[in-house]
């Protein structure tokens, strides 16, 4: 072999080492970081709390059968290593004693491990404890639709929960199989066709931000982008935020009529006297979402924006215009999405939209949810999010999936966008 040749290879394998090497370190940089959003090791719900008990046992046990085990074998090694004159070693043919001591020893492992393993199935695949919050979780390609059917609310990628009140999950997929998780909660579990699954559990820490959900089955193009927030809260915002949810948005096609003056009275003591007008009683804050300034950072959806995909920026929208052009059915949006009070809006193929402009995110949490990118999504939401459903409106657009412009029948100008944008981000 060449000089040159030994050389190379022995370059490349110091190269390599290298690279390895710091692969590792990076690995364990990461670990020792003080965030960790994505962690299954947390006591915020029963839940986690009954996997992570498990989860010690198991680490504690395997980790004394591997040092024992590791230890014989070590043992073994260096007292029946080959010495210099040493002879044919002696033929043993087995030893009862031994071979039924060692298979005691792991048998009576398996029953420490086996009992609270079978406790803790039994105990998160019973049923949910009477009075439990039910929320019905549908999977689409690629969103998440969550029902509260004891309230009469429909909501999409972002789900609320009342601290110590245990959340009990009714899973379907409307197209294919997905799977709900949220890590520092507990999960996970599969949303499979033509079947329901249950999950429940009881959130007992008010979050200081978000938790974040994913889909964990591979359903598709935009597998990766189907996401949503979780947020626990108290019971008394979570009741507060459930009165607003009921509100009706104001229907544009009918303006509200302005308020008829009180006819003035024509008693002598009337005309005497003027009473003083009693202060309204303040109003309970009423609790509409998670403040987005308080968002954590890894929050905050940074997906880039596609190349040759843009909006002017100083186009500034109408709301009133861009609700009447909803109501309308510009574009087709009243054909895939509903709003509360607006009743010409009752489609169920895409999210609801209903109080919208309170989300933090849009897209399934794969963008925030802002003026700028509600603009590009309306505009190309194809381009956007590979597969969705949500068809190409803009004006002289390319829709990747239909390899063709937007039909001129449905395209939308700029300045309609920018209206659909105002009206949608007022629905807090």
């Not at 039924?100 to 086996?114: D, E, G, K, N, R």
């Not at 999977?139 to 998440?144: D, F, L, T, V």
């Not at 009180?262 to 009683?281: C, D, E, G, R």
């Amino acid at each position: 072999m060449p000089v040159s040749t030994r050389l190379r290879g022995r370059a490349l394998r110091h190269a390599g080492r290298a690279v390895a090497l710091t692969a590792l370190l990076l690995g364990a940089l990461s670990a020792c970081g003080p965030s960790h959003p994505l962690s299954v090791f947390t006591d915020y719900t029963d839940f986690n709390r009954d996997i992570g008990y498990l989860f010690k046992i198991l680490i504690v046990l395997g980790t004394i059968v591997f040092v024992f085990v590791e230890s014989l074998l070590i043992w073994a090694i260096i007292r029946y290593r080959k010495r210099e004159g040493q002879g044919t070693p002696e033929h043993v043919h087995g030893n009862t004693t031994l071979e039924i001591i060692w298979t005691a020893i792991p048998a009576l492992i398996l029953v420490f491990i086996a009992v609270p393993t079978v406790r803790t199935i039994f105990k998160t695949q019973a049923k949910a404890p009477a009075g439990a919050l039910e929320v019905e979780v549908i999977g689409h390609q690629w969103w998440w639709e969550f029902r509260y059917p004891e309230y009469g609310i429909t909501t999409a990628n972002e789900l609320y929960l009342p601290i110590g009140r245990t959340a009990n999950f009714k899973l379907q997929t409307q197209d294919v199989i997905h799977s709900f998780w949220i890590p520092q909660l507990g999960g996970k579990r599969d949303l499979i066709a033509n079947h329901t699954n249950y999950l429940w559990f009881t959130p007992d820490s008010v979050g200081t931000n978000a938790w974040v959900g994913h889909c964990v089955e591979y359903c598709g193009a935009s597998h990766a982008n189907m996401r949503f927030r979780a947020y626990t809260v108290t019971p008394q915002d979570f009741q507060s935020w459930v009165a607003h949810m009921q509100t009706a948005a104001a229907n544009p096609l009918q303006p509200a009529a302005p308020a008829a003056a009180p006819a003035p009275s024509t008693t002598p003591a009337a005309q005497a006297t003027v009473l003083p007008t009693p202060a309204p009683a303040p109003e309970a804050p009423t609790f509409t979402g998670f403040p987005r300034e308080q968002l954590a950072r890894h929050l905050i959806p940074a997906t880039p924006i596609p190349a040759g995909l843009d909006f002017p920026a100083n186009l500034q929208g109408d709301v009133q215009r861009g609700g009447t052009a909803f109501a309308t059915g510009r574009g087709g949006c009243i054909g895939c999405h509903a709003i509360k009070g607006v009743p010409t809006a009752v489609g169920i193929v895409g999210p609801n939209l209903s109080h919208f402009g309170s989300r933090t995110t849009l897209a399934a949490g794969f963008y925030p949810n802002d003026a700028r990118h509600l603009a590009l999504w309306i505009k190309n939401a194809r381009l956007m999010k590979p597969g969705v459903i949500m068809p190409t409106l803009g004006k002289d657009q390319y829709d990747p999936q239909l390899k063709q412009n937007t039909p001129a029948a449905m395209a939308l100008d700029d300045q309609t966008i920018a209206d659909l944008v105002a009206y949608l981000l007022s629905l807090k």
